[in-house]
């Protein structure tokens, strides 16, 4: 299984922001479709966000629409995050993955057998 390794948690005040990375080891991670979840303690899994391999298509969950933004470096294979406005119901270990499907918002409630390791996302005063 080729790995993504996710990176970029942490401890952060309600209304802060963050930027996670998910970044391809051994492969080049622009030849596909990345997608983040997250799971908080409890809680089903929750697709959060996807992007096309060029990075020209994205989509959001309702959730965190108009607060977290997706990108990407295709040259540094990583993709991007980017937590703002943080709350505390966005606790919770967010994982990225790959694969060759288009990104829709079919894509963000398909379970994937492969997810990386995740980074831990902890939003408290």
């Known amino acids: 299984q080729l790995q993504v390794v996710e990176s970029g948690g942490g401890l952060v005040q309600p209304g802060g922001s963050l930027r996670l990375s998910c970044a391809a080891s051994?492969?080049?991670?622009?030849?596909?479709?990345v997608s983040w979840s997250r799971q908080a303690p409890g809680k089903e899994r929750e697709g959060v966000s996807c992007?096309?391999?060029?990075?020209?298509?994205?989509n959001y969950a309702d959730s965190v629409k108009g607060r977290f933004t997706i990108s990407r470096d295709n040259a540094k294979s990583t993709v991007y995050l980017q937590l703002n406005s943080l709350k505390p119901e966005d606790t919770a270990v967010y994982y990225c993955?790959?694969?060759?499907?288009?990104?829709?918002?079919?894509?963000?409630?398909?379970?994937?057998?492969?997810w990386g390791q995740g980074t831990q996302v902890t939003v408290s005063s």
């Open positions: 993955t790959y694969s060759t499907d288009l990104c829709s918002p079919y894509v963000l409630s398909k379970r994937y057998d492969y």
């Open positions: 051994g492969f080049t991670l622009g030849d596909y479709t």
């Open positions: 992007i096309s391999h060029s990075g020209g298509v994205t």
